[in-house]
């Protein structure tokens, strides 16, 4: 392979780039391609306990970290896990928040919002999938001297790698969920993290069961979600 094509800007060396371009109708059916790809994408809240092997979490997981981030700091940490019993104990954590959340947290109205979905406090979802992913923000990091210094827009930087995430799970034909217990610090004392970790969204990911049923969604329409001024 040739060596790259390098110059210094400000003093540090960039890299020649070349973006894939293609003709207009091309672009045309690719966009459309695509985005019908990801309107096949649903939430599945029932998972088979069939294995995913670990080199695609690797793969989903360098695909999320191909997020742009403030200051390119990557903020984040996906801590997969595949271990029963830590599933379980994890399981048992979150359900303990949910039922504080169904019970008394919520307002009525919140519940009312979610009726559709048909959720409640039962996760049955985080043992019965091979893996769950957990997402960490860090919200600040370690310096050598173990000095901190904060990083930036991180919530923006975490939240891109996660969509990032989903849709690279899709494109693997396997399925996912959003999980957010709320609050959610008991992930970082189980799992083990450090303290400039705080858990950010959790993920089931693997196979759905042979016959899954899923709300009946209907997404907004391009006018409904967008605005344009030519
Ligand atoms: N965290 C709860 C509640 C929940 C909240 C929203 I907003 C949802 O879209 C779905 C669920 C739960 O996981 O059940």
Redesign the pocket.
């Known amino acids: 392979m040739n060596k790259k094509e390098t110059t210094i800007v400000k003093g540090f060396e960039h890299i020649a780039y070349t973006p894939a371009t293609y003709p207009e109708e091309e672009m045309i059916s690719r966009s459309k391609a695509y985005y019908n790809w990801l309107n096949n994408r649903r939430s599945v809240r029932e998972f088979s306990n069939r294995p995913v092997p670990k080199e695609i979490i690797e793969n989903l997981i360098l695909s999320a970290s191909t997020a742009p981030s403030g200051a390119h700091k990557q903020p984040w940490t996906f801590c997969a896990v595949s271990n029963q019993e830590l599933k379980s104990k994890i399981r048992k954590a979150a359900e303990v928040e ?1 039922k504080l ?1 169904y019970e008394s947290r ?1 307002s009525e109205r ?1 519940k009312k919002d ?1 009726a559709h ?1 048909g ?3 039962h ?1 049955p979802f985080i043992e019965d999938a091979p893996w769950i992913v957990v997402a960490f923000k860090k919200i600040y990091e370690f310096d050598k001297d173990g000095s901190k210094h904060n990083n930036y827009y991180v919530n923006e930087s975490v939240g891109i790698a996660c969509g990032m995430f989903i849709s690279a799970v899709q494109n693997a034909g396997l399925v996912t969920l959003t ?4 609050p959610m610090n008991f992930l970082a004392k189980i799992l083990g993290r450090p303290s400039n970790e705080r858990a950010f969204m959790l993920f089931p990911v693997g196979y759905a069961r042979e016959k899954v049923f899923v709300p009946k969604l209907v997404r907004k329409k391009i006018g409904e979600v967008s605005c344009f001024i030519e």
Do not use: I
């Open positions: 949910e959340g919520m919140w979610l979905l959720t409640d406090m996760k999980h957010t217990p709320s």
